[in-house]
Nanobody, 115 residues
């Protein structure tokens, strides 16, 4: 089993920044990719950014150039630096870990972009 705990969400004004963190614990040696998804009210959950164990990254077109995903292997933590935030970035952000047999999910952290 893998446990994921997100932190760093909150209320921010348009144009502001936030950094989300996802701390992983448990059987993480099988995990080969981690990422962030988000779900806005009334919408489907969508991929925001992902990073493989080798460091390759993938971003949704809507966040390219504004968001950066990174990982600290020593701390088993993945980060999502979010800059130039827009109201449409408002959502619950979920951490995801991809294993050989299943995905694992955190409980989510709310990001609200509003003036």
């Amino acid at each position: 089993q893998v446990q994921l705990v997100e932190s760093g969400g909150g209320l921010v004004q348009p144009g502001g920044s936030l950094r989300l963190s996802c701390a992983a614990s448990g059987s993480i040696f099988n995990i080969y990719a981690m990422g962030w998804y988000r779900q806005a009210p009334g919408k489907q959950r969508e991929l925001v950014a992902a990073i493989t164990i080798g460091g390759s990254t993938n971003y949704a077109d809507s966040v390219k150039g504004r968001f950066t995903i990174s990982r600290d292997n020593a701390k088993n933590t993945v980060y999502l630096q979010m800059n130039s935030l827009k109201p449409e970035d408002t959502a619950v952000y979920y951490c995801n870990a991809e294993g050989p047999y299943r995905d694992y999910w955190g409980k989510g952290t709310l990001v609200t972009v509003s003036s």
